[in-house]
């Protein structure tokens, strides 16, 4: 006979970084170019994800050249199930290209000037459970921006 114990996992979400589908994008607000970003979770009570019906969004992509939320996303309901409730599992997201900017405020985004052919941004990412806790934050490598019309 033998058992298995539950993982012991913190209740607090906690992710990590795995990596990007490609490294390069294309500028556009029209969203024609995109990656995938991995990174996998653990959460030891297993409160990830909000009911179908409930719009709430718990994983958050912050721009760190601007320090705005670049989008947010809802992850699928996962429901309580008796106790030792650990989950771990990864996460796959769709990200749209986004627009170059630029050091000087006067060149307005999303333009392609010949002095600034390229562009930097890295994303900065968490996640929240149910409770409301949040996980620590990760952030993906360098992906450079093609400034092009």
């Known amino acids: 006979m033998a058992c298995i114990n539950a993982p012991d996992y913190p209740d607090e979400p906690e992710i990590e970084y795995i990596g990007l589908s490609k490294s390069t994008l294309d500028q556009n607000s029209l969203n024609t170019d995109s990656l995938f970003v991995t ?6 009570d297993g409160d990830l994800g909000h009911e179908p019906a409930d719009t709430s969004r718990n994983i958050f992509i912050k721009d760190l050249r601007t320090g705005n939320f670049q989008d947010k996303f809802k992850s699928p309901y ?3 199930e008796g106790i030792g409730n650990g ?7 769709l990200l749209f290209t986004t627009c170059c900017l630029f050091p000087d ?3 307005p985004p999303c333009s392609a000037p010949d002095q600034f052919p390229l562009d930097t941004v890295i994303y900065e990412i968490f996640i929240k459970d149910r409770a409301g806790n949040e996980s620590n934050k ?10 092009i019309e």
């Open 39 to 44: 990174f996998s979770f653990t959460d030891g």
């Open 78 to 80: 996962i429901p309580e």
């Open 87 to 93: 989950i771990t599992g990864d996460i796959e997201l």
């Open 105 to 107: 405020a006067s060149i």
């Open 138 to 147: 990760i952030k993906t490598e360098p992906i450079i921006i093609r400034c």
